[in-house]
């Protein structure tokens, strides 16, 4: 009886992967359908369930200064209307500073919200965030505001 030793390279070249990024391979069409181009046999562009859209790519952001103790990791996507990172996470769209910070730090509870130490809205870094109440995270953007307003007064008298 002959053994046959499989060449795992030449297998990831004939097997295409997921187009969603996660790496595994994408399943076969059982059968044809001319509306989504599947041919019965050849590989599916995904694994049901997996989307492009769908799987968070938290590495998209970029390193820049903005005066804070260390960079800010600032997201590269596309932001919201009020100025924060979106993302999507299973199909789900997320603040993407919330996205990366539970993929380092684990889930957060729904009432707690997370206050940029750094004061910048795209930045995703987590040591820049911390987890407050709603309340708490609104004292501090308050109190920042007041600062800003004061510093502004302080060059226009000057």
């Known amino acids: 009886m002959t053994t046959f030793q499989i060449n795992e390279d030449r297998l990831a070249q004939v097997t295409p992967s997921c187009t969603c990024g996660c790496g595994l391979p994408a399943p076969l069409a059982q059968r044809?359908?001319?509306?989504?181009?599947?041919?019965?046999?050849?590989?599916?562009?995904?694994?049901?369930?997996?989307?492009?859209?769908g799987m968070a790519d938290?590495?998209?952001?970029?390193e820049a200064d903005h005066?804070?103790?260390?960079l800010c990791w600032d997201w590269a996507g596309a932001p919201s209307r009020k100025g924060y990172g979106t993302t999507q996470v299973d199909g789900?769209?997320?603040?993407a500073h919330r996205a990366v910070y539970e993929a380092e730090n684990g889930k957060l509870p729904r009432d707690l919200h997370l206050?940029?130490?750094c004061r910048n809205k795209l930045c995703?870094?987590?040591?820049?965030?911390?987890?407050?109440?709603?309340?708490e995270n609104e004292r501090r953007k308050r109190a920042a505001l007041a600062l800003v307003v004061r510093m502004i007064e302080l060059e226009d008298a000057a």
């Open 124 to 135: 995703v870094r987590p040591s820049h965030m911390e987890p407050v109440t709603p309340l």
């Open 58 to 62: 938290l590495s998209r952001y970029s």
């Open 67 to 70: 005066g804070y103790n260390t």
């Open 115 to 117: 206050d940029h130490l």
């Open 32 to 53: 044809n359908n001319a509306r989504l181009g599947h041919v019965k046999g050849e590989p599916l562009p995904r694994i049901a369930g997996h989307n492009r859209k």
């Open 92 to 95: 789900i769209k997320k603040n």
